[in-house]
């Protein structure tokens, strides 16, 4: 009797995956040796809520901040999702934990997603569709991350604990490459670049090189170098820390803020010719405001008997060279700034800055990205005009921005061009007469010179005659032979 049940059980088993041919896949959230949240189930779950839940017809929300809601599958709900021509099904999955003791605190409800497939499919599904659903749902959940805008703290206000380093907020600052304006090909190429950073980890690995690319942005003030670094930011999806070179102390602390920067970010040092005194030249406003206490600082360390020091070049190139970022991801440095004739050569040499991005004056193809962006048209017949101007004329993009933004509700586009013309037509006359004056002021100059060379030069007198005497003696010597 037993092996007579025995074997109906069998053929019962089969003719139930006869029936059935269906195959199901769990993933669960917790689980592993320590269990962890699973990366699966996190991925899958912004899979679903990107693309899925659009489908689904019960959905759950959370609020991530006031602005972004995130919609997700509500638990024990499912959704029919495509995958080249092949149906499939996603269930949420809910499984109230018994009362047992538990040693981990999630264990009251365990959830699941279970994916459903016919056995036909599967080695579609289990060989690219969830490879697929894994790598979209990481791309889902990085855009749907905050990324957060760093600024370092001075030291006085660090402590044991490691945040205390870098405050940060949300970086929220909305410029994108289709909003800067920029000449076409030379956007594209940076974007270019870029990606090629992005997805270049084995190739870094292979040169032997850490994983990260330095850019030099320099060009006069409101031609948009902030505006590129947020645009960058957006654009590979990265954490920015604006490092305030001015209230680090040394080396040593610079290297280690440095240490707390995380992977998939930029390091920004905004004008660079001024917060090492490699110039002299400019200060930072901050570093204005900041001078008073400074120097009580100063005053108070020497007092103590501590010499004073400061972040120094060779500190800035080892930071570049990136010794400390060796094991870590990918990371991009920008330096901006408005003198780039100013900085040291050794600072700015390829292989420490990758990159030189000369950001200029508004060209035609600059204004017409910001008459898309502010006025919302593509052509005007007072375009020419413009592009006219501009040539003989050099405006920043942030100058022709504001002349474009419209200063009331019943402006209309034409009054917004034709202040623009006006503007520009005004810079033009400014330009022409200050180059006047200093053509002027060079003559006067010249003038001055000549003076001076009018009365005769007795050394330049000695020095001819004498000229002259050898030429005659040589051509004597000669003609006497
Ligand atoms: N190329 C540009 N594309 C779009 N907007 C721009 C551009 N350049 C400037 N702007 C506008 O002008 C403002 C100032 O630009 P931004 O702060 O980027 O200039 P900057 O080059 O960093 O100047 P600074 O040298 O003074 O730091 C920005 O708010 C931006 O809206
Ligand atoms: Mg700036």
Known sequence: VPRLRMHLEGYAHKAVSHINPYVEITFPEYGGERL???????????????????????????????????????????????????????????VSGNSTISLHPFSENRRFFRLTFHRSHRDLITGSYIKHVLAEGKAVAANNQLRKLFTNN???NWHYYKESKWSYGAFE?????????????KKREIMNDLLKFQRGKEYYARIGKPWKRGYLLYGPPGTGKSTMVA?????LNYDVYDLELTTVKDNTELRKLLIETSPKSI????????????????????????????????????????????????????FIDGLWSASGGERILVFTTNYVEKLDPVLIRRGRMDKHIEMSYCCFESFKVLARNYLGVEAHLLFATVGQLLEETKMTPADVAENLMPKSDDEDVEA?????????????????????EEKAAEATAARAMADKEGQPNWWDVYLVNRHIKHASRATEIKESR
């Open 36 to 94: 962890e949240r699973c990366q699966a189930y996190a991925a899958i779950q912004s899979y679903l809520s990107a693309s899925a839940s659009a489908r689904a017809k019960r959905l759950k929300a959370s609020v991530k901040d006031t602005r972004s809601l995130v919609l997700s599958m509500d638990d024990n709900e499912e959704v029919v999702d495509e995958f080249e021509g092949v149906k499939l099904w996603w269930s949420c999955l809910i």
């Open 267 to 318: 390091i920004v040092i905004e004008d660079i010719d001024c917060s090492l005194d490699l110039t002299g030249q400019r200060k930072t406003r901050k570093q204005e405001k900041d001078d008073h206490e400074e120097k009580a600082d100063s005053v108070k360390r020497a007092e103590k008997g501590g010499e004073e020091s400061k972040v120094t070049l060779s500190g800035l190139l080892n």
């Open 231 to 235: 645009a960058m930011a957006n654009f």
């Open 416 to 436: 917004c061009l034709e202040r623009l013309i006006e503007a520009l037509g005004k810079a033009k006359k400014e330009a022409r007469m200050k180059s006047e």
């Open 173 to 185: 600052h909305p410029a994108t490459f289709d909003t800067l304006a920029m000449e076409p090909s």
């Open 154 to 156: 001075p030291s006085s």
